[in-house]
Each structure stands twice: as C-alpha cells, then as structure tokens.
C-alpha cells in the first residue's frame, strides 16, 4: 500500500495560488493519485484524479512528475470558501484497502 | 447525481449497547468503505468490501463488524459500544478499479 505525506497545515490570503504536495514514494505502476477536500462535518469530496504529467478541471490542476513519487494539487486563486482539509490517496487495485493520510489544513484570509 | 447515504446524522447510545450504522449506496458500487474520523488523526479504515457477502480488514477493525448482504448496503456494527468509539463514521462507495471515492455525510457517534 503506497503511504502518502503531506504537510499538515498551510495558510495562504485570497487570490493566491495554493500548491500542496503529497509524496507517495512506493506508488506502484497501477496506481492513480487523487485528491479530496473535505469541509467540517461533511463527507470528503472528490477534487481531481491524475496518473501522471498534468491534470486541469475547473477547479483546480494536479501535477505529476515523471517519477511520480510525489504530486503537487495546485488552487489557483483561492477564496476562503476553500478552507478546508485536502486529502491525497493513492489508488490501488480493486478489491484493495483504500489509506488516508491526515491530510493538509488549508486556511485561507482575506 | 451520485448518492450515498448514511442512515443517522447523530446518534447517541450507551455503553455496552449493540449499535448498527447503516449505508446504502444507489450507483451499483463494487466496493464499500467504513472510516472513522478523529481530530488529528484523519480518516483511518475500519473494514472494506469488495463483493456481495465479502469483507476484508482495514487498520482499525477491532471492536466492529460488518456485514454486506446487498450490493447496495453496507452496514458497521459495533458489537458491545465503547467510549473510545465516539467519533464520526463515513460510509464511502466507489465503482471501478481506481474510480473516485464518494462519501455519505457521516454519523457522528456517541457512546455515554
């Protein structure tokens, strides 16, 4: 099971851009990295799902890097509705236990 | 629109008592998730399932079962409620291999 590790808390003001990065360092070659967000007592939502290289929506990019040990979630100028827990897991094959971290804090001020 | 749903936002029960949490799940998932979430330790596994009549152990399953008779619903159950098992439970279903997790809005538990 790849572990991931982000740091656990980061503030930022409005209108800033926001990277996050998780490293995953035993990813395995099948795996996909996607990303969470989660408002307090609420269910985590899904944000973004990459495999490697870059990954954009409307909300938000995910980088990866070639070797794919890591991967960076990218807010672009964000608002404080964005406070709020990020979480990146892992994928792993079906039928497999699917691991959190403790995920990063994300306050953000105006 | 995607939906999994937990059956209890709030529960509150005493110590000893058997206590089920059910989640039901429309979108024909494979695989179904309990979590629990505690301040400052994140969403840790309590026991997955992968088929029908299947369950496999997360990282933190004793103290709870579970049971899967339907596709559709999975439900945790704790045997004989403890204190230290007041916390949130999140019930999370996903399709296939490597599809997004979705969560139900969790049961905040409270054993006295």
């Known amino acids: 099971l790849a572990k991931t590790t982000q740091p656990i808390s980061m503030d930022s003001y409005e209108g800033q851009e926001v990277n996050i990065t998780c490293s995953h360092n035993n990813i395995a070659t099948n795996d996909y990295i996607t990303w969470y967000q989660q408002f307090p007592s609420q269910g985590p939502r899904f944000i973004i799902q990459?495999?490697?290289t870059k990954v954009t929506n409307e909300v938000a990019s995910l980088f990866i890097p070639a070797d794919r040990k890591s991967s960076t979630l990218s807010l672009p100028r964000v608002s404080l509705s964005d406070t709020a827990v990020y979480y990146c897991?892992?994928?792993?094959?079906?039928?497999?236990?699917?691991?959190f971290g403790k995920g990063t804090t994300l306050s953000v001020s105006s | 629109d995607v939906k999994v749903t937990q059956s209890s936002r709030y529960l509150v029960k005493r110590t000893g008592e058997k206590v089920f949490l059910e989640c039901v799940q429309d979108?024909?998932?494979?695989?179904m998730f309990w979590y629990r979430q505690d301040p400052g330790l994140g969403l840790r596994l309590i026991y997955f399932?992968?088929?029908?009549?299947?369950?496999e152990k997360g990282d933190i399953p004793e103290g709870y079962s579970v049971s899967r008779e339907k596709k559709e619903r999975f439900s945790l159950i704790l045997e004989s409620a403890s204190t230290n098992q007041t916390s949130m439970y999140l019930c999370a279903g996903r399709g296939s291999y490597n599809s997004p997790l979705h969560f139900g809005n969790g049961t905040r538990l409270t054993v006295t």
């Open positions: 990459g495999y490697k």
């Open positions: 399932s992968y088929d029908v009549k299947m369950k």
């Open positions: 897991l892992v994928g792993d094959q079906a039928g497999t236990a699917l691991i």
């Open positions: 979108m024909d998932h494979e695989n």
